[in-house]
């Protein structure tokens, strides 16, 4: 990879949360920058913001390759990739519809899918950094985010399979894992939780809590001066956490802990210990 001052740098996901810090933070810092966003043309840019949003819709694969064609006629090479674009629903895995969870794996998992493959033969050539944007909740599931943390754990192998296939090439890839952030996602999860639903209470009482955590999550800026030092890092491991200390701490917990107490904690920090109240059925209402 060039050095990094100089290095061109493609964010997904830029135009809110996390890509947008990463992206206005290492456009400051000196590096070519293009982030995406499904509709550029959809916000007014803050004047800070020296990076260039291109189109690109994650979950479409002509898009993915026409965005990443844009910039190599451009610039002439790629020396990094973040993907970070994604979204979240929730609700019970017995009554989401399989389209739904289709979607999201479509959007968080093969989205990435389609940038790394559409961008590895530039980085294979020039050498470079791939950093994928997962989630803690991609190395323990959360309730009611079922669908949202298969996408995530879908990423661990990928890149732990990625980083070993990419060994003869001067390429390196690696999982970004954040906590709970203060950001767009919590506005735009769907929640699809049918009405009248047995696991209304619960679902209610999980994903509130969610809410509640990631409204007070850090900020991302953290995520900005991780990815910044990544990029200027020689060797990069398989994976960093990033967030508030204490959830840093729940993932070395999930390592040494039994599964079962592991688990008991995580109920009972969302509310899920106990039976669930009973649901308003419709004649009651009525
Ligand atoms: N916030 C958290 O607490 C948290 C925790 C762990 C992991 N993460 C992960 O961090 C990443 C960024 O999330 P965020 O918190 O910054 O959320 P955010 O503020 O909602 O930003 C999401 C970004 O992804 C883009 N995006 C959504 N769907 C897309 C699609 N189909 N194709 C292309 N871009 C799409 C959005 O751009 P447009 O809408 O403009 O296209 C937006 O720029 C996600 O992968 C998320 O899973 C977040």
Redo the contacts with the bound molecule.
């Keep these: 990879m060039s050095e990094p001052k100089q290095a061109v740098v493609l964010v ?9 810090a990463v992206a206005t933070f290492l456009a400051k810092k000196g590096m070519t920058v293009y982030g ?4 550029p043309a ?1 916000r007014t840019r803050r004047a800070d913001e020296f990076f260039e949003l291109v189109a ?4 479409d694969g002509t898009s993915v390759e026409r965005a990443v064609a844009g910039i190599l006629e451009k610039e002439g090479r790629l020396d990094a990739v973040i993907c ?5 629903i929730a609700g019970p895995v017995e009554e989401t519809p399989v389209e739904e969870a289709v979607r999201q794996l479509d ?2 998992f093969f ?1 990435a899918v389609r940038v790394i493959r559409a961008s590895l033969p530039a980085l294979r050539r020039d050498g470079g950094r791939i950093l994928v ?1 997962g ?3 991609g190395r323990t599931g959360i309730p009611f985010q079922a669908y949202y943390s298969a996408s995530k754990y879908a990423l661990e192998g990928l890149v732990e399979s990625l980083r070993l296939e990419l060994r003869p090439f001067p390429v390196q890839a690696t999982l970004i894992e ?4 203060r ?3 919590t506005s ?1 999860r769907r929640t699809l939780t049918a009405p009248g639903s047995p696991y209304e209470s619960w679902a209610a009482a999980a994903i509130g809590q969610m809410e509640k955590d ?1 409204r007070a ?1 850090a900020s991302p800026i953290l995520m900005a001066r991780l990815a910044l030092k990544l990029l200027g890092r020689k060797k990069l491991a398989v994976r960093y956490t990033v967030g508030m200390p204490i959830q840093r701490l729940f993932m070395v917990l999930k390592r040494f802990l039994p599964a079962a107490l592991f688990e008991l904690g995580f109920a009972a920090m969302y509310g899920l210990l106990g039976k669930p109240a009973e649901p308003v059925r419709a004649r009651d209402r009525d």
């Design positions: 997904t996901g830029a135009s809110s949360g996390l890509g947008n995406t966003s499904r509709d959809a690109m819709d994650a979950a970070n674009a994604g979204m979240g959007v968080n989205g944007v989630s803690m909740a954040p906590g709970d952030f950001t767009g996602f735009a990631e999550g």
